[in-house]
């Protein structure tokens, strides 16, 4: 029987499951029963590391209590409120608190769900910003190549992932991507590349190709986290902001992954001091727990849309049902309150140095053609065996087998171990992914 039609049999076939090789998934499902702290466990009751923080979102580890707790309470005092036209008190205080996290000037707050859904409205308000100063032929928007940003219209269209993209048609007019960051010079260099800030130079490059009256922001994660974390080169960030400010474009940073913590601050751009004009976050925001995504702009970004619309009207026709759901922004007091009374971020600090070094390790395998990392998060590229990504997927399999839940992008191996891991709990995710790639 071929695997299509084994496959339309299958007890587990009505989920249609996103990201995933789902014919190939039914052959051997890998299926996650529980979780608890840095630990997953699977239908047989065995313990599986998490080595990937789930996608990035569990940095505190799995069933926090006081989070748990937080949104029972919520839930029983207020579970829904339309966020149109109405506000709930939960929402107001942890865009306070975020405001007082976020870099200065980064003090207006606008909550979604997802992280694809904060890059639509980042990308939507930086356009109409423009607009209500009277610039609305900027319009262009600059992604980067390799770059994520989520899988709507135009999150995928500034995007650089290729599979993300061919399968859809054109995506939004008036893209262009800079070159990605991963360069030869700096292979095998853990943390920031000596060599590459010049890339930046290619937003100057569109500037005077399409002119700068024509752009209206440039989108770029500061780690490229989906496409197997490209830390950008030392200066380059700078570069892009000094070409953003000489021309007036928008500057946004896609901090979905980097923010909270991973890279050792409360943001990425705390830790590289550049300060984007307009922020995406989500994952961690929550520890995973409840699907929430906000959206930082500039006070003064926000206040010219304001200004721009009639006394008494909508100034912003953007939102979701679920904007500052009442759960999630108790799930997300709840976890900025870990955050400060644990100084979450500073054991990132404390555990990074260790865990790069160990990621750095693995140069001496033969078939390891790069190793990258910043804070904690780590990369190893395999060289490919049969087909793109086979040999990065054989180890994902093969890890969960061993107990250890990885990331594959194609053929490198990510590792974002929760900060809640130990030292030995990170050196054992790192042991059981160096036998899996020896004998995978
Ligand atoms: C940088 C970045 N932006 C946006 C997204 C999209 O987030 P979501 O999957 O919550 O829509 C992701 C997801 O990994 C991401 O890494």
Redesign the pocket.
């Known amino acids: 029987m071929s695997a299509t039609s084994r496959a339309s049999n299958h007890p587990l076939m009505h989920q249609w499951m996103p990201f995933t090789a789902n014919r190939q998934f039914l052959e051997q499902p890998r299926i996650i029963a529980r979780a608890e702290g840095v630990y997953y466990f699977n239908t047989r009751g065995e313990k599986l590391l998490d080595g990937s923080s789930g996608?990035?979102c569990i940095p505190l580890g799995h069933g926090r209590p006081e989070i748990r707790e937080a949104v029972t309470r919520q839930m029983e005092e207020l579970d829904y409120a339309p966020p149109f036209q109405f506000g709930v008190p939960a929402a107001f205080q942890l865009a306070a608190e975020l405001a007082q996290m976020l870099p200065v000037g980064l003090n207006r707050v606008l909550f979604a769900?997802?992280?694809?859904?904060?890059?639509e409205s980042a990308l939507k308000i930086a356009i109409q910003y423009h607009r209500a100063r009277g610039q609305g032929a900027r319009q262009r928007l600059i992604g980067r190549e390799r770059?994520?940003?989520?899988?709507?219209f135009g999150?995928w269209s500034v995007?650089g992932m290729v599979n993300n993209r061919k399968g859809f048609g054109v995506g939004l007019p008036g893209v262009s991507h800079l070159r990605h960051t991963k360069i030869a010079e700096n292979q095998f260099e853990m943390g920031e590349g000596t060599h590459g800030a010049n890339l930046a130079d290619d937003l100057q490059r569109f500037v005077d190709l399409h002119g700068a009256d024509t752009i209206a922001a440039c989108i770029v994660?500061p780690i490229?986290?989906?496409t197997g974390i490209l830390v950008p080169p030392k200066g380059y960030l700078q570069r892009l902001r000094e070409i953003c400010t000489q021309h007036g474009i928008l500057l946004i940073f896609?901090?979905?992954?980097?923010g909270f913590g991973r890279t050792g601050q409360a943001f990425a751009a705390d830790t590289f001091s550049v300060v984007p004009d307009i922020m995406?976050m989500?994952?961690a925001l929550t520890n995973g727990c409840i699907?929430m995504?906000a959206v930082a702009v500039r006070e003064d970004v926000q206040q010219t849309i304001l200004d721009s619309a009639p006394p008494d009207t909508v100034e912003l026709y953007h939102g979701y049902t679920y904007s500052a759901h009442p759960a999630a922004c108790a799930a997300g007091l709840a976890t900025l309150k870990i955050f400060r009374e644990e100084d979450t971020f500073a054991r990132v600090r404390a555990l990074a140095p260790a865990f790069l070094e160990q990621v750095g390790a693995f140069r001496d395998l033969p078939y390891v053609t790069d190793t990258r990392g910043f804070g904690l998060l780590g990369a190893i590229d395999l060289e490919p065996r049969g087909k793109p990504g086979e040999r990065g997927f054989k180890v994902l399999c093969k890890a969960f087998e061993a107990g250890l839940v990885l990331r594959n992008a194609g053929d490198t191996i990510v590792l974002a171990p929760p900060f809640a891991a130990s030292t030995d709990e990170i050196s054992q995710m790192l042991e059981i992914t160096r036998r899996v790639i020896i004998s995978a």
């Open positions: 996608l990035y769900s997802s992280g694809s859904e904060a890059v770059g994520y940003h989520g899988v709507n999150g995007g994660e490229a986290g989906s896609d901090e979905v992954i980097t995406t989500a994952k699907p995504s």
